[in-house]
């Protein structure tokens, strides 16, 4: 339901006030980067696994055998999940709490011939980490529907919305937010730089959000 009508200055100055309260309420949440969420689908697999389903379980022990960092870190905090609730561990999870509480290195099967084959080195992939920005995003994707719900504005603006006056979006309003707080990626800026994200960038959260971040 949309709020009554007020004059638009005022009406958007409040709502980009209340975008950066908003967003900088998550900002300690965003700076816990990659081990939230490494716990955070540890816990959904655990709770998998205690029903006796292992898809996520097998899906993310393919992950890490591939080199991926975030698998390695779900599966650390899953490891810690079954000691902390004295569940049976499974025994590739044991060989990760050897593995690590020695200090050995990450090792995967070497499969030769479509047979195991001893183990080698695992690599890690290189380059971006998709998760750095995750929370962000949910910040993000949160103070859209917050301003579109309160103050009335669309989500985000089309291209034949883009009228002279200029009227906001919720999402215009979350990305002018996004440069005041000095929220942006988890690449540094160059000295100077006005930090932020821009507002097709939101836009696009906005559009592609998943059933995750729409609850």
């Known amino acids: 339901m ?11 100055k409040e709502a980009l006030e ?4 908003h967003l900088g309420a998550n900002a300690g949440n965003i700076l816990s980067g990659p081990w939230f969420i490494a716990d955070h689908h540890a816990r959904r697999i655990f709770d998998e696994m205690q029903r006796g389903e292992m898809a996520g379980f097998d899906k993310v022990m393919g992950d890490r055998d591939a080199g991926d960092e975030l698998a390695v870190a779900i599966l650390s905090h899953l490891a810690n999940l079954h000691i902390s609730f004295d569940k049976p561990v499974p025994f590739a999870l044991k060989c990760l709490i050897a593995n690590r509480l020695f200090d050995f290195p990450m090792v995967r099967p070497n499969i030769v011939g479509g047979k195991i084959n001893g183990s080698v080195a695992m690599k890690v992939r290189r380059g971006p980490k998709r998760w750095h920005n995750f929370l962000r995003d949910r910040a993000l994707i949160s103070a859209v529907r ?3 719900e309160k103050y009335g504005y669309d989500a985000v603006r089309v291209v034949d919305k ?7 979006s919720a999402a215009s309003i979350v990305a ?11 690449r540094p800026g160059k000295r100077g730089e006005k930090r932020g994200v821009d507002e097709s960038t939101v836009s696009n959260l906005w559009n592609k959000r998943d059933d995750g971040f729409d609850r």
């Open 176 to 186: 002018e937010a996004s440069k005041i707080v000095g929220m942006s990626a988890d």
């Open 162 to 168: 883009r009228t002279p006056d200029g009227r906001p």
């Open 18 to 21: 209340e975008a950066i309260a």
């Open 2 to 12: 949309k709020a009554p009508p007020k004059p638009d200055r005022r009406r958007k």
């Open 146 to 148: 917050y301003i579109k």
